[in-house]
């Protein structure tokens, strides 16, 4: 606990802060140097259910992305209904609303991209996932550091999510979408865990980033899980249903959540 108490006084410095991210950078820049290039891949396309039902194609990849519309409209309004929700600053506002936003666009981006799958749309389901993304992480440094860092991390990752998306078009690679992907899920639970919690119910964190988790596995796994439950839904449409749990447990933890520690932010 005392190196952990040294390492959440060590980031809070303002000096030491250019370490951190001069030290992401580098690890950024080694892992670009040492992984190959992805390309998109008509593979990418090709899911284990792909049925239609009432002439709409992939029908339950479809349908299945319904329930992040739902979540995502009910989260934002009450984001932006202060008393609602567990907030005490206007710096954890604008991460939640950008979250909440990006859930409701990824709803309808999956759904548009699985009527027809290719690498033109493929974008609208990629993009508004990765602002959902960054913007939990950002409200999560603004909940544990401080609410400036917070929302310079908020804005420094939006132009990073918009950088990964030119660059995926321009050259014809995945790898910065990827990391966006799969970076958070260590990411998330390490803050949450090295930095003290300013609210209750700091441990709806970690179940979302095991959810998060168990959805990418259950798309990872497409085809076993499709012919595990007898062709009855295929891994990609329980991995939709499995995000959606996500930003339930999230508002969840917001609506039960009270103040612990008072910090100046």
Known sequence: MQQLAAWDEYVRRRENRWRVWG?????????????PKIPHSPRHHLFADMRNFLGVPNTLNVLTSFPL?????????????????????????????????????????????????????V?????????SIA?????????????????TCLFSLMLLVLGSIVYERTFN???LCMMFMLVPSVAIPAVAFMFPPKYTH?????????????????????MKAYSLNHYIISGHSLEHLILASVPVLLTAMLWCRNIKIVRDC
């Open 23 to 35: 030290g992401a950078a580098l690890l950024f820049l080694f892992f670009m140097a040492a992984t």
């Open 123 to 131: 974008i609208w389901e990629r993009f508004p996932m990765m602002i």
């Open 135 to 151: 913007s939990l992480f950002s409200t999560l440094v603004t909940e544990r550091l401080d609410q400036r860092l917070g929302l």
């Open 173 to 175: 690679d995945l790898r």
């Open 202 to 222: 700091s441990r709806y964190w970690f179940w979302a980033a095991g959810f998060y988790l168990l959805a990418k596995f259950e798309a990872m796994a497409d």
């Open 69 to 121: 519309l739902v979540v995502g409209v009910v989260g934002f309004v009450l984001c932006l209904h202060g008393n609602c929700f567990g907030i005490s600053v206007k710096g954890e506002i604008w991460g939640w609303a950008f979250f909440y936003a990006g859930v409701v666009g990824l709803a309808f981006g999956s759904a548009y991209y699985h009527l027809k799958p290719d690498d033109a749309r």
